[in-house]
């Protein structure tokens, strides 16, 4: 069973930055894609970014695009979130999903989610 666990969240001022980690335990994929998902206080869970582990092609959101990049580590299925330019309106829960199908994590509909890691921009 695989698992995700994310961290790095925090409190930070705008226009900060912040690098989120997501790390797969357990059996892992031989081709998958990996991605970010938030959720703000009182609004749905929207895409952030995913990345296909394979060709390393990545998808953002318009919301975040130019401000965000999405990274695969050294360490097999480990990825990674760097986020500059942090705005207000970045505050939220963001969580790390996978799957073998980029579509399907792009949709939101991957198997298998992180548990999340709470980051705040302050203004």
């Known amino acids: 069973q695989v698992q995700l666990v994310e961290s790095g969240g925090g409190l930070v001022q705008a226009g900060g930055s912040l690098r989120l980690s997501c790390a797969a335990s357990g059996r892992t994929f031989s081709t998958h894609a990996m991605g970010w998902f938030r959720q703000a206080p009182g609004k749905e869970r929207e895409f952030v970014a995913v990345i296909s582990w394979s060709g390393g092609s990545t998808y953002y959101a318009d919301s975040v695009k130019g401000r965000f990049t999405i990274s695969k580590g050294n360490v097999k299925n480990t990825v990674f979130l760097q986020m500059n330019s942090l705005k207000p309106e970045d505050t939220a829960v963001y969580y790390c999903?996978?799957?073998?199908?980029?579509?399907?994590?792009?949709?939101?509909?991957?198997?298998?989610w992180g548990q999340g890691t709470q980051v705040t921009v302050s203004s």
């Open positions: 999903n996978v799957d073998r199908n980029r579509d399907t994590v792009v949709a939101g509909k991957a198997s298998i």
